[in-house]
T-cell receptor, first 112, second 118 residues
Framework: QKEVEQNSGPLSVPEGAIASLNCTYSDQGSQSFFWYRQYSGKSPELIMFIYSNGDKEDGRFTAQLNKASQYVSLLIRDSQPSDSATYLC????????????FGTGTRLQVFP | EAEVAQSPRYKITEKSQAVAFWCDPISGHATLYWYRQILGQGPELLVQ????????DSQLPKDRFSAERLKGVDSTLKIQPAELGDSAMYLCASSEPAMIVSGANVLTFGAGSRLTVL
């Protein structure tokens, strides 16, 4: 079982819709959770992070964390074609390390 | 805005040749990471430095890869000899000390160095 799992997609949504991206992780001791966006041929850029159960909102983005279910998600409201990219879920597995373990990413396509 | 600098951006080499990548982290960031991202996959940690010391190199193929951060600032990742399977994006990232309030250690990535081995 991979440590961080994501559906590779592509996830296709129409412009203006809500895109829902999901991620599960295997290590129950995981501390903090990150969403990065990566455009084709570019490096990952941080969207947001979350470390407490519940929802965290930042503009059109909402991260949701459920530690009991070992599940983290990213919602993108009012999706725009410019949101078309690969979204990487990353997990910090413990307080003893700063490293991040990444999933394979979900490719999002927003069509006009 | 502060950036992580990497060079070269692109490198094409033949197998069995040596190749080196350079990274200059954001000023003041003590932790530096080298990740490898194969096309279609997520980044995989190769090595992590805290200042000049290696913290984690468990996934670094030490028979051909080496990394150093001699003065605790910039870093070099070397591959010798390169193999076809080394074709990937090599990403350098740095982070500031963990934010006590948030508890999250945020990594900032450089633009990456794309390696093609022929």
């Amino acid at each position: 079982q991979k440590e961080v799992e994501q559906n590779s997609g592509p996830l296709s949504v129409p412009e203006g819709a809500i895109a829902s991206l999901n991620c599960t992780y295997s290590d129950q001791g995981s501390q903090s959770f990150f969403w990065y966006r990566q455009y084709s041929g570019k490096s990952p850029e941080l969207i947001m992070f979350i470390y407490s159960n519940g929802d965290k909102e930042d503009g059109r983005f909402t991260a949701q964390l459920n530690k009991a279910s070992q599940y983290v998600s990213l919602l993108i409201r009012d999706s725009q074609p410019s949101d078309s990219a690969t979204y990487l879920c990353a997990v910090n597995p413990s307080t003893y390390t700063d490293k991040l373990i990444f999933g394979t990413g979900t490719r999002l396509q927003v069509f006009p | 805005e502060a950036e992580v600098a990497q060079s070269p951006r692109y490198k094409i080499t033949e197998k069995s040749q040596a190749v080196a990548f350079w990274c200059d982290p954001i000023s003041g960031h003590a932790t530096l990471y080298w990740y490898r991202q194969i096309l279609g996959q997520g980044p995989e940690l190769l090595v992590q430095f805290q200042d000049e010391s290696v913290v984690d190199d468990s996934q670094l193929p030490k028979d051909r890869f080496s990394a150093e951060r001699l003065k605790g600032v910039d870093s070099t990742l070397k591959i010798q000899p390169a193999e076809l399977g080394d074709s990937a994006m090599y990403l350098c990232a740095s982070s500031e000390p963990a934010m006590i309030v948030s508890g999250a250690n945020v990594l900032t990535f450089g633009a990456g160095s794309r390696l093609t081995v022929l």
